[in-house]
């Protein structure tokens, strides 16, 4: 007996797999770490490179690295011709304690992005130092 599948799904399933593409392409990617004091020595300079915020909008517009961009890790996969021209430059990265980033690095990667790095401490730990700036 053939299987029919809904609309529901289809997206459902589709949605999945893209999911489980990205959860895979995670496992491989090769993301080097950035510490908090590289980071401000190139916000200083600045030649920070394009510094990507991979939370939701909510948890952006809490605080946010100066100079970040919000594009939330799930919508990756559709908006990644937004920050396409900064390639070159590397793409710093950070979510609240780095799980996102990586799904976020898996997703870029299979879009071809590979200049990637990861804020060591993540947003969590920008915080915790206490001396680093954070826009609101």
């Known amino acids: 007996m053939k299987e029919r599948i809904g609309i529901t799904g289809l997206f459902s399933k589709s949605g999945t797999a893209l999911l489980l593409l990205a959860l895979s392409a995670a496992c491989h990617t090769q993301v080097t770490d950035i510490t908090q004091a590289e980071l401000m020595r190139r916000i200083n300079a600045n030649q920070p490179g394009l510094i990507l915020d991979v939370r939701t909008p909510e948890e952006y517009a809490d605080g ?58 993540d947003m969590g730990g920008w915080l915790l130092n206490g001396n680093l700036p954070i826009n609101k």
């Open 64 to 121: 946010h690295i100066p100079g970040a961009i919000n594009i939330p890790f799930d919508q990756l996969g559709s908006r990644h011709k937004e920050i396409a021209a900064h390639e070159g430059e590397g793409i710093v990265l950070y979510c609240r304690s780095g799980r996102r980033v990586q799904i976020a690095a898996g997703i870029l990667e299979t879009k071809g992005f590979s200049k990637l790095l990861h804020l060591a401490g």
